[in-house]
């Protein structure tokens, strides 16, 4: 028999019930390659439909996966607060040095976030989120094993960038995939609440690590959640088209610039009270940063047509104000979290884990009063919440001012721990909706992004300025506030002064809320209308595989 009229069979699946095959007879060999081909096809096709099946299945706990990537980020990042001593006597910190186990994850955090949201906007927030989490996951493992300072501080930067892929793009997988109303008011309370969780149980778990083992399992254990996390979000995240074109080309300038500039000024804040806000090593680092911020916004205006960070964003009322709100709000969480620890441990006496202990009433109540907030705020305007939340925030910081070393935990630190969590709810989550409330599709990554920056710039800032107001208006001697056997009458009142520099942040705060931001309605009738009816239509539909030419994909939360 001659080539020409050989006969070649192959089996190809047929994608039926039964699960049979059937067989193409091919009576020229150029057609084995288009059959081969056809094959392959099904066989992807196959393949997609399964894995958007999973996908439809495991699209709830979306908002499970992203939120407790924010509750590890912000964990870790807490739970050096316990751990700061250990770790510097571990590995042979001088005092000088020590600052930078907490500053070296900070400022490529904070630097980063704007380019880590802008190319989750053009090229996926799944992509990124998912790149973040094996980034953070696989650096937090290698900064366990340290052996000295320059090695720590190395590896807890490139945690940092990990840390800086997952939140501004955790923020846009919610606000892409829920439409706004109540839904995405639940989850983004689902997503603060696990955030503010963090920031405590972080306390907690450092001391009860340290307790029972030691520093380097805070870092893996987060390495663990985060490759657990990895592997979830693959099948809990849909799959969605980048809003990207193979045209589209980023902003390499602006990135630059922008990463550049903000690494510089989060430096400056985060380290100016320890080196001296004047001082060779930090004023230049500020002037470099600013310079690189002016060439930045010129860039965006006047040279590229695709920007890192669109100024449209900054018209936004609803952000714009936002962002300066959360400037006054994370400056006077960061300065009452820190009195607190000063007044729990130097003024009560207590351990680190008796301190961690002490925080345990604030975590448990954070989550029960984000939970509640979620059901009531989609029904009424945020405004007086926000405003709600620094009054407040003020009271609990006063409470606490008035602590000495006979005060029972039971009175004034419990019930101000307490208020503190009702004003950090009426303010931070209603903030938080506030500035992603406008923003369009292609923006929500950027302006989650911002936002962070903005927590990021307002926390080292506002406790800068609180630690100033606490050690130069009390007379410490000629040691100054760092001397030790300093009597607790002194203490006492420096934190008070301290304290009162939080409430002070928190007139201010109410103040520019009141004149800036707008009071709007909790949700327009016509767009509720029209989101129910959306919904209505979906829930109807019977389960199939997840579109990726659609822009958003309703979820139940």
Same mark, same amino acid.
């Given at each position: 028999?001659?080539?020409?009229?050989?006969?070649?069979?192959?089996?190809?699946?047929?994608?039926?019930?039964?699960?049979?095959?059937?067989?193409?007879?091919?009576?020229?060999?150029?057609?084995?390659?288009?059959?081969?081909?056809?094959?392959?096809?099904?066989?992807?096709?196959?393949?997609?439909?399964?894995?958007?099946?999973?996908?439809?299945?495991?699209?709830?706990?979306?908002?499970?996966?992203?939120?407790?990537?924010?509750?590890?980020?912000?964990?870790?990042?807490?739970?050096?607060?316990?751990?700061?001593?250990?770790?510097?006597?571990?590995?042979?910190?001088?005092?000088?040095?020590?600052?930078?186990?907490?500053?070296?994850?900070?400022?490529?955090?904070?630097? @980063?976030?704007?380019?880590?949201?802008?190319?989750?906007?053009?090229?996926?927030?799944?992509?990124? @989120?998912?790149?973040?989490?094996?980034?953070?996951?696989?650096?937090?493992?290698?900064?366990?094993?340290?052996?000295?300072?320059?090695?720590?501080?190395?590896?807890?930067?490139?945690?940092?960038?990990?840390?800086?892929?997952?939140?501004?793009?955790?923020?846009?997988?919610?606000?892409?995939?829920?439409?706004?109303?109540?839904?995405?008011?639940?989850?983004?309370?689902?997503?603060?609440?696990?955030?503010?969780?963090?920031?405590?149980?972080?306390?907690?778990?450092?001391?009860?690590?340290?307790?029972?083992?030691?520093?380097?399992?805070?870092?893996?254990?987060?390495?663990?959640?985060?490759?657990?996390?990895?592997?979830?979000?693959?099948?809990?995240?849909?799959?969605?088209?980048?809003?990207?074109?193979?045209?589209?080309?980023?902003?390499?300038?602006?990135?630059?610039?922008?990463?550049?500039?903000?690494?510089?000024?989060?430096?400056?804040?985060?380290?100016?009270?320890?080196?001296?806000?004047?001082?060779?090593?930090?004023?230049?680092?500020?002037?470099?940063?600013?310079?690189?911020?002016?060439?930045?916004?010129?860039?965006?205006?006047?040279?590229?047509?695709?920007?890192?960070?669109?100024?449209?964003?900054?018209?936004?009322?609803?952000?714009?104000?936002?962002?300066?709100?959360?400037?006054?709000?994370?400056?006077?969480?960061?300065?009452?979290?820190?009195?607190?620890?000063?007044?729990?441990?130097?003024?009560?006496?207590?351990?680190?884990?008796?301190?961690?202990?002490?925080?345990?009433?604030?975590?448990?109540?954070?989550?029960?009063?984000?939970?509640?907030?979620?059901?009531?705020?989609?029904?009424?305007?945020?405004?007086? @919440?926000?405003?709600?939340?620094?009054?407040?925030?003020?009271?609990?910081?006063?409470?606490?001012?008035?602590?000495?070393?006979?005060?029972?935990?039971?009175?004034?630190?419990?019930?101000?721990?307490?208020?503190?969590?009702?004003?950090?709810?009426?303010?931070?989550?209603?903030?938080?909706?506030?500035?992603?409330?406008?923003?369009?599709?292609?923006?929500?990554?950027?302006?989650?992004?911002?936002?962070?920056?903005?927590?990021?710039?307002?926390?080292?800032?506002?406790?800068?300025?609180?630690?100033?107001?606490?050690?130069?208006?009390?007379?410490?001697?000629?040691?100054?506030?760092?001397?030790?056997?300093?009597?607790?009458?002194?203490?006492?009142?420096?934190?008070?002064?301290?304290?009162?520099?939080?409430?002070?942040?928190?007139?201010?705060?109410?103040?520019?809320?009141?004149?800036?931001?707008?009071?709007?309605?909790?949700?327009?009738?016509?767009?509720?209308?029209?989101?129910?009816?959306?919904?209505?239509?979906?829930?109807?539909?019977?389960?199939?595989?997840?579109?990726?030419?659609?822009?958003?994909?309703?979820?139940?939360?």
């Amino acid at each position: 028999m001659s080539s020409r009229d050989s006969v070649h069979t192959v089996e190809v699946p047929e994608m039926s019930k039964e699960k049979e095959s059937e067989i193409i007879t091919i009576d020229k060999p150029n057609e084995l390659a288009s059959a081969t081909s056809t094959i392959t096809q099904q066989e992807h096709s196959a393949t997609q439909s399964r894995m958007a099946w999973i996908q439809t299945k495991m699209a709830p706990g979306m908002i499970y996966v992203v939120s407790i990537a924010q509750f590890i980020d912000i964990m870790n990042g807490s739970a050096m607060t316990v751990a700061l001593v250990d770790i510097s006597k571990s590995l042979g910190f001088d005092s000088y040095s020590t600052q930078w186990i907490m500053s070296s994850y900070i400022v490529t955090f904070g630097g @980063f976030l704007l380019l880590a949201g802008r190319v989750g906007d053009m090229y996926g927030h799944r992509n990124v @989120f998912l790149i973040g989490q094996i980034w953070f996951g696989l650096w937090s493992l290698i900064v366990s094993f340290s052996t000295s300072p320059a090695m720590f501080c190395i590896t807890r930067a490139l945690q940092g960038i990990g840390a800086s892929m997952s939140v501004p793009t955790a923020l846009g997988l919610i606000t892409t995939t829920l439409p706004a109303g109540p839904k995405r008011t639940r989850a983004l309370s689902i997503f603060g609440g696990f955030g503010a969780a963090g920031a405590v149980v972080g306390l907690l778990l450092a001391g009860a690590l340290i307790s029972s083992m030691s520093w380097h399992w805070i870092f893996r254990f987060s390495s663990i959640f985060s490759f657990i996390l990895f592997a979830l979000g693959i099948v809990a995240i849909p799959t969605r088209s980048p809003i990207a074109s193979s045209k589209v080309k980023i902003d390499v300038g602006g990135a630059l610039t922008a990463t550049s500039g903000l690494i510089c000024i989060i430096y400056y804040i985060s380290t100016g009270s320890a080196m001296g806000w004047a001082s060779v090593q930090t004023l230049p680092v500020l002037a470099v940063g600013l310079l690189l911020m002016g060439l930045f916004l010129w860039i965006e205006t006047r040279l590229v047509a695709n920007p890192i960070m669109p100024l449209r964003i900054w018209r936004l009322r609803n952000f714009s104000s936002a962002f300066v709100a959360i400037l006054f709000l994370q400056g006077q969480f960061q300065g009452f979290c820190y009195f607190a620890t000063l007044i729990f441990q130097n003024v009560m006496g207590y351990t680190s884990m008796q301190t961690s202990l002490a925080f345990l009433a604030h975590s448990i109540a954070t989550i029960v009063t984000f939970t509640v907030l979620g059901k009531i705020l989609p029904k009424y305007r945020l405004k007086p @919440f926000i405003l709600t939340g620094f009054v407040f925030r003020c009271a609990a910081a006063l409470m606490f001012g008035f602590v000495t070393d006979t005060t029972s935990y039971w009175t004034l630190p419990f019930l101000g721990l307490l208020v503190h969590v009702v004003g950090l709810g009426t303010s931070v989550l209603p903030a938080q909706i506030t500035a992603l409330k406008d923003a369009q599709s292609e923006d929500q990554g950027v302006v989650g992004a911002m936002y962070s920056t903005g927590m990021q710039l307002g926390a080292p800032l506002g406790l800068a300025i609180v630690t100033v107001i606490s050690e130069n208006t009390v007379d410490f001697g000629k040691d100054g506030p760092g001397a030790e056997n300093i009597p607790v009458e002194l203490l006492i009142r420096s934190y008070r002064n301290g304290l009162l520099g939080v409430v002070g942040l928190g007139v201010l705060g109410i103040i520019v809320c009141a004149f800036l931001m707008p009071n709007n309605p909790p949700n327009p009738h016509s767009q509720a209308a029209a989101a129910t009816a959306l919904e209505e239509q979906v829930e109807h539909e019977a389960p199939g595989p997840i579109r990726t030419d659609t822009p958003s994909e309703k979820l139940e939360v």
